[in-house]
């Protein structure tokens, strides 16, 4: 894939959307009525593409077009269209592996116009806006955890023939320009006076200067930046949050996979839980009541320990049926079915496994949360919170905790002692 604009790349309207669909829709999608009768609405509110909702007589469907650009930066922060590809294959990865119950189904895409289109889901909402509202969710966890779970063992030399798997890093290797966002945003700029940061000032002056000047953090921060930059191990989504998933009382759908590419497995996990632990960081600037608040908070914290748990069970499982990957091979760890010798080594595999993965995976949840307080990219959790001082406060708590996990994450012994530590809130920085 070139960076150039194809010459037949027109950034699409409202107004041209409908004309351009009823030449390029496939037949299968039948919207009803005529393309004059058909409702579009830019709904996008995300930090890179174009999002329309294409409402017909009979069926609504959304059309994703990447710009040339970064929406959130505008014209001075050029990306190129490539991105929808990458989307758009990462989307049909995952429905194979994950399966179409956790991920929207695509029904085309145009390279030349870097759009797709793709599964109106309804009456489902982002996740982020639930969290913020207090909702909670039944099968969350399960679907988060099994959803990654799947992808990742499926797309890693564990689960995946040599061949295929390095095929899939080549395919993703040229996404190299959302990588070096992530790069920058989260492993980057956080950690150095950087024009793009962007935190609640002046409360938390003083806090993101200690940040500035903490050789520790930093030099760990480093070292998981070359990790991401390095590790191939699977296909991720490579921007797991909670405003990457859409939920209702009973489905969970993953969605904005544009920054997938083959990394370690730890960032995407990392992300998510990070992701859940700035949710339970905010709860005092959403909550009328300690109560309230303590017992949302508990919830999430349940959300943590599930979503891991229920990624290692999952993943484990896979794993002891696997019947290819070269990493850790059948010949080696299943000679036979009553070899308990190769039984007891594959567990043993497994756990040492998992163990280096839940330390990864606590500083990669540590580097999500420092970057969304004091980077770019801020989350709604805290940007919302009207009160400077109490969203300072807020985040505060927050930072210190990320401070935690980057730094002392090997002391935590499983996900229920972070869970513990989380809620005793002994920790400052
Ligand atoms: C410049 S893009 C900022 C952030 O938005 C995306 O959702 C990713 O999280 C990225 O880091
Ligand atoms: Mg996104």
């Known amino acids: 894939m070139s960076n150039a604009i194809p010459a037949g790349y027109k950034p699409q309207t409202s107004e041209t959307l409908p004309d351009y ?3 390029k829709l496939p037949a299968a999608i039948k919207l009803g009525g005529t393309p004059d009768q058909w ?3 830019e709904v996008g509110d995300g930090n890179l593409n174009m999002v329309f909702i294409v409402k017909g007589l009979a069926k609504t469907i959304v059309v994703k077009q990447a710009l040339p650009w970064l929406r959130a930066g505008g014209e001075g922060w050029p990306l190129s269209l490539t991105r929808a590809g990458f989307e758009y294959n990462a989307l ?15 029904y085309f895409y145009d390279q030349e116009m870097a759009l797709f289109a793709m599964e109106y889901l309804t009456p489902h909402v982002i996740l982020r806006k639930e969290l913020i509202a207090g909702k909670k969710f039944t099968n969350l966890a399960y679907d988060v955890g099994t959803f990654i779970a799947r992808t990742l063992f499926h797309t890693s030399d564990i689960g995946m023939p040599a061949d295929k798997k390095k095929a899939l890093t080549a395919k993703f290797a040229l996404n190299h320009e959302l990588c070096k966002i992530t790069e920058d945003l989260i492993f980057t700029e956080p950690y150095y006076p950087a024009e793009r940061n962007n935190w609640t000032s ?4 003083a806090d993101v200067k200690k940040v500035w000047n903490d050789t520790q953090m930093i030099q760990v921060a480093m070292r998981y930046k070359f990790k991401f930059m390095t590790e191939a191990q699977a296909l991720l989504h490579g921007d797991l949050h909670s405003g990457s998933i859409m939920v209702t009382q009973s489905d969970t759908k993953i969605i904005d996979p544009e920054f997938g590419f083959m990394g370690p ?6 992300n998510y839980i990070g992701n859940l632990l700035l949710a339970f960081f905010s709860r005092p600037g959403w909550d009328a009541t300690a109560q309230a608040c303590e017992e949302y908070q508990h919830w999430l914290i349940g959300q943590m320990e599930e979503t891991w748990s ?3 069970t999952h993943f484990r499982q896979l794993w002891n049926q696997k019947t290819q990957g070269e990493a850790w091979p059948v010949e080696i760890y299943q000679q036979c079915p009553d070899n308990d010798l ?3 080594a594959r567990e043993i595999a497994q756990d040492q496994f998992f163990e280096t993965l839940f330390e990864d995976t606590l500083v990669n949840a540590g580097m999500e949360m420092n970057r969304r307080i004091i980077g770019f990219a801020g989350v709604a ?3 919302l919170i009207d009160d400077a001082d109490l969203r300072a406060q807020c985040e505060r708590r927050a930072l210190a905790m990320a401070r935690e996990l980057i730094v002392n994450a090997s002391l935590f012994e499983n996900i229920s002692s972070v869970g513990q530590f989380v809620l005793k809130g002994k920790y400052e920085y």
């Open 342 to 344: 190769a039984h007891d």
């Open 265 to 270: 497995m730890a960032f995407d996990i990392g």
């Open 310 to 312: 229920v990624f290692v």
């Open 39 to 41: 409702q579009v609405t």
């Open 21 to 23: 669909l009823a030449i």
């Open 202 to 205: 002046p409360q938390l002056d």
């Open 381 to 383: 959790d805290f940007k």
């Open 92 to 106: 049909c990865h995952e429905a194979q592996f994950a399966g179409h119950k956790l991920v929207p189904e695509v």
